[in-house]
């Protein structure tokens, strides 16, 4: 029996304003967001954390599950993204960076990071020396790589089935919410704003100490410390919820951790350091150089402050607080002239910059053999117990009690 003309348009219009599930409008928004939920924790943990750093295993399960999700939901090709992420840690805030805010302005990463991928992925040299490894079995070849967009068009039309007209906005959002958050807001603000845990190599930096929306993503300068690390947090504050989904995977068997953090231990204080206090110096650097830093920031504080009822110059005073635990080489021009003059005023600030970039050197000076360099550890450390200044002490005999 066939239905009159002006049901069927009714019904059409039916669907159109209600979709097949005819949910209220704020579940719609519930749902919208549990889906761009899913797509990033399927970015962070298969293409991120899996993928391009093979910070850990994944149970064939899980890595199917997530290639079809983001084959829905974003239309990405597995190698390309990997391919991608690798080269921007090879050439992190170099001319060849696919998406430094330092080489293209932040404002271009932030607003157009979706392009310079695109532009990127169709590098073959790119491709060819960075891509290795990824998925490249016949579903990938036939299917997720070959038909990359139909994915993302078939998402469409369930939202359409789901929601009638208001599908296309949920669609419109899936499809926003990668290119914003992860080419965006990651790759962007995070070398650009936000806190340092530690002195990576570059500039990245933690968006947010707690990682949620954007899946732990937002602790960028704890991965660029750790690339190869599958947890993200290092700080008691701090919440990645990538790792939370990896731990729940781990114990229902579905992922394997191959790698976290590394974390310095600390025994008796040896005598002098000796070849383990350097082995240990080397391989917590980071860690180690943060609890410098932490030192430095206290002693100072003093000293600035001494400084400070002088009448001394304050922009001098914020660039010696803000800038005087970093590398030498991440100090602006711009405030170079006023931490000198701060170094320059204060014997005990001056002491601890030289101090610091002497104990940098100790892992940077690869022409130095490990005898030679555990004699200038002991040095080092002597001076710093000799020098009179409680926070070099204090660090000195730390230092000696550090294990790997």
Avoid at 279 to 291: C, F, P, Q, V
Avoid at 357 to 374: A, G, H, P
């Amino acid at each position: 029996m066939f239905l009159p003309d002006w049901a069927v348009l009714n019904a059409a219009i039916d669907w159109l304003a209600h979709g097949a599930w005819n949910i209220a409008w704020w579940q719609m928004v519930l749902f919208t967001f549990a889906l761009t939920h899913v797509t990033m924790i399927s970015v962070t943990v298969f293409l991120h954390r899996h993928q391009a750093h093979r910070s850990l295993d994944l149970h064939p399960i899980a890595s199917h599950f997530f290639r079809f999700w983001l084959w829905l939901t974003t239309g990405q090709v597995t190698k390309e993204w990997a391919a991608i992420h690798r080269k921007h840690h090879a050439k992190c805030e170099q001319a060849e960076d696919p998406h430094s805010p330092h080489v293209y302005g932040i404002k271009t990463v932030l607003f157009k990071g979706a392009e310079l991928y695109r532009a990127e992925s169709k590098n073959k040299e790119t491709m060819a020396r960075f891509g290795h490894g990824t998925p490249d079995d016949w579903i990938e070849r036939n299917l997720y790589t070959r038909y990359s967009w139909q994915g993302v068009g078939l998402m469409m039309i369930i939202d359409l089935f789901l929601f009638g007209a208001a599908g296309l906005a949920v669609w419109a959002v899936q499809m926003a919410w990668t290119p914003i958050t992860a080419a965006g807001i990651i790759n962007g603000a995070a070398h650009y704003w936000g806190y340092r845990n530690f002195e990576a190599p570059d500039a990245s930096t933690n968006i947010s100490p707690w990682g949620i929306i954007i899946a732990g993503e937002e602790l960028h300068n704890n991965h660029h410390t750790y690339p190869t690390s599958a947890k993200l947090s290092v700080k008691p504050y701090e919440f990645d919820i990538g790792w939370m989904y990896i731990s729940i995977m781990s114990a229902l068997g579905l992922a394997k951790v191959k790698k976290t953090p590394p974390k310095a231990a600390y025994g008796d204080v040896r005598p002098v350091a000796d070849e383990k206090t350097l082995e240990a110096l080397i391989a917590n650097r980071y860690e180690i150089m943060a609890t410098y830093a932490k030192g430095v920031r206290q002693a100072a504080r003093d000293e600035l402050e001494a400084m400070k009822a002088r009448s001394a110059d304050a922009a001098m005073i914020q660039a010696a607080k803000r800038w005087m635990h970093r590398d030498v080489e991440k100090v602006p021009a711009a405030a170079a002239p006023q931490l000198a003059q701060a170094r320059a005023a204060s014997p005990v600030l001056d002491k601890m910059v030289t101090m610091r970039e002497e104990l940098r050197q100790m892992w940077l000076n690869t022409s130095v053999s490990r005898e030679q360099l555990t004699k200038d550890l002991q040095g080092w450390c002597h001076r710093a117990e000799e020098s009179g200044i409680a926070a070099l002490r204090d660090f000195s005999m730390k230092l000696r009690a550090a294990r790997v």
